[in-house]
């Protein structure tokens, strides 16, 4: 009755069946405790049908280009015909597998009481699941006649074959492959079902990821052999982008994330950096030509195959460090010319009629270069931020690749400190005028990004004072305001201990200021008449704050007139009145004068010359202490360049300067020099006042060579300004040195050398040599001494 019974099930002819009476049948078996006898027999019944109805019609299926593909990847007919012969392959397993499921799923409803009685008792699996596993061993596992192929191997090889095909462009059938993958994962390695021996993992996936490495190592090796970068990029996202879709559409979810792996090794990162260093469509030609699309695929790219994006972190810095290379050597260039001769200086400029143009000396173009090479890694800066942020979403890990590579190569530069010092100079002057509040904040943040990779902060900030104290002595400053702001952001990244100084200059110029009303009153409450004849601003520097070795400064002997000497004493003694053990120096180099100066009429001449004329000129200080020897000279009467030195005491070389703007430059000529011509003044020269003086303006400010103008520093002056700040190098590593013996008392030399570093490399990075050159001198002073016997180099602080 039972067989008749599967008989008809299996052949779709059940519809006269009473399965209550075949479930009573199979009961009254099992309680007969002959259930095991019916077990066997129904799993004999399924094996007999399996070799004498299901797998005939799978080996008809199962033509020869089929094993041919299978055996040796060679169809020998159209793409088209082989996808039809593998697609009726598929349909006719798949037909046979709905078959037995439906079937056994009838079957099982009439066994349900030996399953759940004889198989529990007796530890066997349902015969649901014994069934599934007779058509993997029957029909999947079913040796081909002649042959030691199996029907798997054919299934796994038409489904791969199909997929290629599709990964061709060709269109496939994806549910019906889909339904034939889901037939093996639904399958198992043995009556246990355990997940990880799904049929699907252990016999087709290992398969499919093996050809698909292959698949995409040829696919890599011809977009590398077409040399474009960008096909290769828009090909990789491609494919990752197939590959997710087919394993929702046609395979399984559960191979997503490994062929996606396989993809990203085999297609991307396998040969990354060929591709990045192809000439023309690699990541130079990204870079340089802006092409954002292809620079965010390839940043998507290395994120999924490299978490520390190394190789294009390489890459960036490569780049950043030729393209700066590139701008230091053109800077290198322009610097190497030779130093202009004093002869050369600016020497001309009109009465201030305007109609000729000063002549720009090297000086002045080496500094225009200079804040030109500022200008370019800025620029450089802002393309690379550009595309940080536009292309790598802002990453964290690039963004330290972009900062370590420009501080590379901006500290490769020996003179990066004085030209971002340069920099800031010009914009603080000139730059910021007209600029909107916000236009302004981006200029300090450039600059401060700019002071934040350089190395040698001691040096910026030797620099930076230098140029400061020529903009608040000289009024030069465009805005007060943002020069404080500035400083406050510098404070904020590199600490007060940086901005103490700076901080206290303009501390000294507003208490300047106030120093000058209180000295107005006290004059006026003196009644001193003559003292009225002289308004006197007065700026008290701090030497503490000041960097007065940076701004020319020598001991100032200069011969001072009465009138100025009798002014000094006046302020000196309202100053010394409140502040007790103040020591004051004037230092005329660093002033300026207003003087009122009066041409008379020149008898015989027309015009503007037969009338007195008055002007107000704006000289240096040295420069009004010798306009006034000409007060008690006759128009006519010339007094002598030796004579002038000898009455001022003003040096030399500071002397041929102001002279030059007095007698040479017409703007401001108002001595008169002989023998006359362009030539710097010098020894044996006569001078006397040059009534026929002419000038278009009212007020005159007079050209100083070399005056209060902030420029790049010559070799001489450079080399002046690295010895001082060695020496203050020096200064500050004792300190530290002393300080953290102090602490340890006992200290070996390579633990020294390493915590002296820690503390300094915010400052400057610290010599080696130095430092163990102030470790013999300290031992010398007694302040280390050298610990015998000790298996390292090893000091002791002294008390």
């Known amino acids: 009755m039972l067989s008749s019974a599967l008989r008809q099930i299996h052949e779709k002819d059940a519809g006269t069946l009473s399965f209550e009476s075949l479930y009573r049948a199979s009961y009254k078996i099992v309680l007969k405790k002959q259930g095991d006898q019916l077990y066997d027999r129904v799993k004999e019944y399924e094996e007999q049908w399996f070799g004498s109805e299901v797998m005939p019609s799978i080996r008809k299926l199962i033509t020869s280009n089929l094993v041919n593909i299978t055996v040796d990847g060679i169809a020998g007919i159209t793409p088209n015909e082989r996808r039809l012969t593998g697609e009726e392959f598929l349909r006719g397993l798949r037909d046979s597998w709905v078959g037995h499921q439906t079937t056994m799923n009838m079957a099982t409803d009439v066994l349900m009481y030996m399953d759940r009685v004889y198989c529990t008792d007796n530890r066997r699996a349902s015969i649901y699941v014994t069934s599934m596993g007779l058509f993997r061993d029957y029909i999947l596992r079913a040796r081909l006649s002649e042959s030691t192929l199996v029907t798997f191997d054919i299934l796994n090889s038409v489904i791969l074959d199909q997929i290629n095909m599709e990964r061709e462009g060709d269109v496939i059938s994806q549910g019906l492959i889909k339904s034939c993958v889901r037939m093996l994962g639904d399958l198992y390695e043995s009556d246990n079902e355990l997940e990880h021996e799904k049929l699907y993992l252990t016999g087709f996936e290992q398969e499919f990821l093996s050809t698909s490495e292959a698949y995409y190592d040829k696919l890599c090796g011809e977009l590398l052999r077409e040399g474009d970068t960008g096909a290769w990029l828009r090909q990789s996202k491609k494919r990752l982008t197939e590959e997710k879709n087919r394993c929702h559409t046609t395979l399984a979810d559960l191979s997503e994330a490994k062929i996606a792996n396989v993809v990203e090794e085999r297609l991307v990162k396998a040969r990354m950096s060929e591709f990045l260093a192809l000439d023309g469509s690699g990541i130079t030609a990204m870079i340089d030509g802006d092409r954002s699309e292809d620079l965010t695929l390839l940043y998507e790219l290395v994120s999924r195959v490299d978490k520390t994006k190394k190789p294009l972190n390489d890459a960036l810095q490569a780049r950043v460090t030729v393209l700066g290379a590139e701008i230091n050597r053109a800077m290198a260039e322009n610097d190497s010319l030779p130093a202009q001769e004093p002869e050369e200086a600016d020497a001309t400029a009109d009465g201030g009629d305007g109609k000729k143009a000063a002549k720009v000396n090297l000086i002045a173009k080496q500094t225009a270069a200079a804040i030109r090479w500022v200008d370019l890694v800025l620029q450089l800066k802002d393309k690379f931020d550009k595309i940080w942020k536009e292309c790598f979403s802002e990453d964290l890990v690039l ?12 500290n490769l530069f020996p003179r990066c400190s004085e030209f971002v010092s340069l920099f800031v100079d010009d914009n603080l002057k000139k730059g910021i005028k007209g600029k909107t509040e916000a236009e302004i904040d981006h200029i300090l943040d450039k600059a401060t990004t700019l002071v934040r990779y350089i190395q040698d902060k001691d040096m910026f900030e030797r620099y930076y004072k230098k140029h400061l104290a020529r903009r608040l002595l000289h009024s030069k400053s465009e805005s007060t305001d943002v020069e404080k702001q500035m400083i406050a952001r510098m404070k904020q990244e590199m600490g007060s201990a940086f901005t103490n100084k700076l901080e206290g200059m303009f501390k000294d110029i507003s208490m300047s200021l106030e120093l000058t009303t209180d000295y107005g009153g006290y004059i006026s409450n003196l009644g001193d008449v003559d003292s009225h004849n002289i308004a006197l601003g007065i700026n008290v520097l701090n030497t503490n704050y000041w960097p007065m070795e940076s701004v020319n400064h020598t001991v100032d002997a200069c011969q001072w007139p009465p009138e100025i000497k009798k002014l000094q004493d006046s302020f000196k003694t309202f100053y010394l009145k409140t502040r007790n053990g103040r020591a004051l120096t004037w230092l005329g180099y660093l002033g300026s004068a207003d003087i009122k100066c009066s041409f008379p009429k020149i008898p015989g001449k027309e015009g503007i010359l037969a009338r007195p004329r008055h002007h107000e000129i704006n000289v240096p200080t040295h420069a009004m202490v010798i306009l006034l020897l000409f007060n008690d000279l006759a128009l006519d009467e010339y007094i002598t360049f030796e004579e002038i030195q000898q009455r001022t005491n003003i040096p030399a070389d500071v002397l041929v300067r102001i002279l030059a703007t007095l007698a040479v430059i017409p703007k401001a000529k108002v001595l008169n020099k002989v023998p006359a011509n ?44 690295e010895d001082r700040n060695d020496e203050h190098r020096a200064s500050v590593i004792d300190t530290v040195l002393v300080r953290i013996m102090k602490a340890r008392k006992m200290y070996s030399h390579q633990q020294l050398v390493v915590e002296v570093i820690a503390q300094l490399s915010a400052r400057f990075p610290p010599n080696i040599s130095m430092m163990k050159r102030r470790i013999e001198s300290l031992i010398e002073r007694e302040y280390l001494e050298r610990v015998e016997n000790a298996d390292v180099p090893t000091y002791k602080y002294l008390a």
């Open 399 to 410: 963004q330290t690749a972009l900062t370590n590579s420009f501080s590379d190569f901006i």
């Open 678 to 721: 362009k030539e710097l003044p010098k020894p044996g020269d006569k001078f006397c006042f040059n009534a026929s003086f002419t000038s278009k303006s009212i007020k005159i400010k007079a050209p100083v060579i070399g005056g209060a103008t902030n420029k790049v520093e010559a070799d001489e002056e450079r080399r002046e300004t």
